[in-house]
């Protein structure tokens, strides 16, 4: 959550509004299509004994999470050799989505009912979709202008510390309470950054703009560090068998 949160709210909207719909091309049907063919893949290499059997719903599932990359070796060299605008918006804009996206398709392959036809199964897994993106997204932009009607009516600016608190609070709340509803937490905590970040930013006092803007972005990098130390210390948690 501290990622997606930072990521939405340090976003450039001008470039990423602009190339909103070529984003979520990307994002939404380049993701699936990538999950599709990466699960579907590894459920036929199961099937000719291959690699480890898995079953349908288990391979869609892997096929999902491991569609969501995240490309910063390439934005760190487009930053370096000054690539077009467009074209760092569109990577980096399909890489914020894409985890929500993932996440999202994974845990609707999860809940997906084996009781159902195939057409039938597909449209409501398609609909499950489309309603936990939809209403996850507007719990966290209900969350975000709430705080900024909050901020522009309550002087919290004498106090910079609770003005920071309820930032924080507001910050945290959407994927607590989308999570706690089934929907994906992930999806509501990146559209509260985006909004919030538009609306709740500027009435903010300058002291706690710079706070906000600096934790959370120390949160971030945190997260993000601790992530990678984990996967990179993991290899030493399995016995391996070298022939």
Known sequence: PPIIFESGYSLHKGNFF?????????AVFGTAVSAITIGSGLF???????VYPFTLRESLSFGALISAVDP????????SIDVHPTL????????VLNDAVAIVMCDSVINFDDSTSTAAAV???????????????????????????????????RVPSLEFC????????????????NYSGIMAILASG??????????????TQITVQQTFRTFAFLAE???????????????????
């Open 18 to 26: 602009a190339n909103l719909g070529s984003i979520c091309t990307y």
């Open 88 to 95: 760092y918006m569109l990577v980096f804009g399909e890489s």
């Open 194 to 207: 985006i909004v919030m970040s538009h609306y709740a930013h500027f009435n903010l006092s300058p002291v």
């Open 225 to 243: 560090s601790c992530v990678f130390a984990y996967l990179g210390m993991a290899i030493f948690s399995f016995s391996h068998n070298f022939r």
């Open 72 to 79: 910063v070796a390439t934005l760190a060299i487009f930053q």
């Open 123 to 157: 449209g409501l897994g398609v609909g499950n979709f489309l309603l936990k993106f939809i209403v996850s997204a507007v719990i966290g932009v209900i969350f975000a202008l709430a705080l900024a009607v909050i901020l522009k009516n309550i002087h919290l600016n």
């Open 44 to 50: 036929v290499l199961g099937m000719a004994d291959v």
């Open 166 to 181: 309820t930032v924080g609070l507001f910050a945290y709340g959407p994927y607590f309470l989308a999570d706690g509803l």
